[in-house]
Antibody, heavy 119, light 110 residues
């Protein structure tokens, strides 16, 4: 069974930093592109970033480019999102998702971790 | 990249059908056959229901069907059941390794 478990969310002040983690199991993690998708409270979904299976290709939404860094450790079956210079508008539930890159869709989602940016 | 446009709400009685539209542009929905649909129950993570416009993931009933015409994609839920009551989001590949989601539609089973 595919499982994606996020951690690392919490309350942080504007301008602060946070690192999210995602532990993957139930599939060959090193064979898949992975992504982060977020959802602000009561709002819709927003793609944040994607990383290819070998970390050769990395993509970001314009809204986070230059502030967020996606990475992965295939030996640990883990995905990460380093978030710097956080803003109030970054407040959201962040989902770790398995990205079927060739078909451009997200087939498995974690339960999400809430990031709140507030003073 | 602007969000794809979906109606805020849709409803139907059990057993009836409901169709949700998802309107984009020629740079996203109209330009690629990479439209997917996600179901989200309150407080839960989204679940993939349709991918590549009209394909079903394993385990999704064929009561859910997808289509596309021009810049508008659609999701139809036939034979509505109580458990279909949820929020539904469309998504499209938008080129240059970008994805755009829809504004979301709340489906109510009357």
């Amino acid at each position: 069974e595919v499982q994606l478990v996020e951690s690392g969310g919490g309350l942080v002040k504007p301008g602060g930093s946070l690192r999210l983690s995602c532990a993957a199991s139930g599939f060959t993690f090193s064979s898949y592109t992975m992504s982060w998708v977020r959802q602000a409270p009561g709002k819709g979904l927003e793609w944040v970033s994607s990383i290819s299976s070998s970390s050769n290709y990395i993509y970001y939404a314009d809204s986070v480019k230059g502030r967020f860094t996606i990475s992965r450790d295939n030996a640990k079956n883990s995905l990460y999102l380093q978030m710097n210079s956080l803003r109030a508008e970054d407040t959201a539930v962040y989902y770790c998702v398995r990205d079927r890159f060739q078909g451009h869709y997200f087939d498995y989602w974690g339960q999400g971790t809430l990031v709140t940016v507030s003073s | 990249q602007s969000a794809l446009t979906q109606p805020p709400s849709a409803s139907g009685s059990p057993g009836q059908s409901v169709t949700i539209s998802c309107t984009g542009t020629s740079s996203d929905v109209g330009g690629y056959n990479y439209v997917s649909w996600y179901q989200q129950h309150p407080g839960k993570a989204p679940k993939l229901m349709i991918y590549e416009v009209s394909k079903w993931p394993s385990g999704v009933p064929d009561r859910f069907s997808g289509s596309k015409s021009g810049n508008t994609a659609s999701l139809t839920v036939s034979g509505l059941q109580a458990e279909d009551e949820a929020d539904y989001y469309c998504s499209s590949y938008a080129g240059n390794n970008n994805y755009v989601f829809g504004t979301g539609t709340k489906v109510t089973v009357l």
